[in-house]
T-cell receptor, first 115, second 113 residues
Framework: KAGVTQTPRYLIKTRGQQVTLSCSPI?????VSWYQQTPGQGLQFLFE???????NKGNFPGRFSGRQFSNSRSEMNVSTLELGDSALYLC??????????????FGPGTRLTVL | DAKTTQPNSMESNEEEPVHLPCNHS???????IHWYRQLPSQGPEYVIH???SNVNNRMASLAIAEDRKSSTLILHRATLRDAAVYYC??????????????FGKGTLLTVNP
């Protein structure tokens, strides 16, 4: 079974631009969660989508948004990029929503650099 | 809010046991304790989770203190492939699908041959 895939793997943008990251979960998984990882803040939870609905969200500004499609693929969008948005963005999938399933399977991440 | 504290780094020798501590003194009764590890240039990988009782799986053991204010991840025989950053994570539920994840800063484990 293929693992979680994320595209693109690397991305360079400039301040003020917007960016869309994509995540394809493991086949059959219906939950997709997004995380931001930075050297200073470590791992931080962004949001979880399950059956095309946002189930939960972390403490991030509204510039960070996401969606999930009927095939469970998910996209994350960041508008009006700031230098501080430079990070590794990780996507994780699981068969069920996080409150019902304890193990998440992470992708390799998308490295976003904002100049 | 619940908070986790982990040592920044630990060192071990190959084939020796490793005990990775995590303090979570403000944990609530329904908070789950999860451990993930992240190898260089990879996404995190699930290791183990528990609520109150000690847990074992093929990768590791999780020892949870009786008062649940701390836990220890035990790798029984460290190998070079276990060198990674280990994260202690609390999952706190507040009803329905609402939950909060609290991540530790992680412990960088170095395994010496």
């Amino acid at each position: 079974k293929a693992g979680v895939t994320q595209t693109p793997r690397y991305l360079i943008k400039t301040r003020g631009q917007q960016v869309t990251l994509s995540c394809s979960p493991i086949s059959g998984h219906r939950s997709v969660s997004w995380y931001q990882q930075t050297p200073g803040q470590g791992l931080q939870f962004l949001f979880e989508y399950f059956s095309e609905t946002q189930r939960n969200k972390g403490n991030f500004p509204g510039r960070f948004s996401g969606r999930q499609f009927s095939n469970s693929r998910s996209e994350m969008n960041v508008s009006t990029l700031e230098l501080g948005d430079s990070a590794l963005y990780l996507c994780a999938s699981s068969p069920e929503a996080q409150e019902n399933y304890n193990e998440q399977f992470f992708g390799p991440g998308t490295r976003l650099t904002v100049l | 809010d619940a908070k986790t504290t982990q040592p920044n780094s630990m060192e071990s020798n190959e084939e020796e046991p490793v005990h990775l501590p995590c303090n979570h003194s403000t944990i609530s009764g329904t908070d789950y304790i999860h451990w993930y590890r992240q190898l260089p240039s990879q996404g995190p990988e699930y290791v183990i989770h528990g609520l109150t009782s000690n847990v074992n799986n093929r990768m590791a053991s999780l020892a949870i203190a009786e008062d649940r204010k701390s836990s220890t991840l035990i790798l029984h025989r460290a190998t070079l492939r276990d060198a990674a950053v280990y994260y202690c994570i609390l999952r706190a539920y507040s009803g329905g699908s609402n939950y909060k994840l609290t991540f530790g800063k992680g412990t960088l484990l170095t395994v010496n041959p």
